[in-house]
């Protein structure tokens, strides 16, 4: 699209099915990076990362692309990997779903920062309380039946 310029960046949050903590150390990264990938054929990567039962991306959004658009293709792919590569005894798959949330161009560093360090942060406080507070923050009415499943 001529004489169109945006700046839309986007951090979304998906859940692996069951919420099973399967996303393990020695593929973690890899698999990182492979969403990375994915991103990159659609949008700008700016950070992906998360811990064992979920993943938090961050991307500069192009404005011929919707956020679910590029979420399915994320989820799609990137579970077919995980399947091929034999990672988890049976199907590999996320829960429907995502939570998406906007920031500015000022406050990239933060959530760059934020994602890189999951693991940290998740030895404080558990996935539900952060989805749940980020809901919060942002103002985003839900409703309690369509959240992810949480086994806390």
Known sequence: MAN????????????????????????????????AGIIRKEATSLAVGGWRDHVHIFFGLPPTMSISDL???VKANSSKWINEQNFVMGKFQWQEG????????????????????????????PFREEYLEALEK?????????LFEFYD
């Open 98 to 125: 995502y939570g998406a949330f906007s920031y500015s161009r000022s406050q990239r560093d933060v959530v760059i920062k934020y994602i890189m360090n999951q693991e940290q942060h998740h030895k404080k406080k």
């Open 138 to 146: 942002f103002e985003i009415t839900y409703e309690p039946k369509y």
């Open 4 to 35: 169109t310029y945006t700046q839309i960046s986007i951090q979304a949050v998906f859940a692996v099915r069951g919420r099973e903590n399967i996303i393990a150390d020695p593929w973690r990264d890899g698999l990182h990076q492979y969403i």
């Open 71 to 73: 979420l399915q293709k």
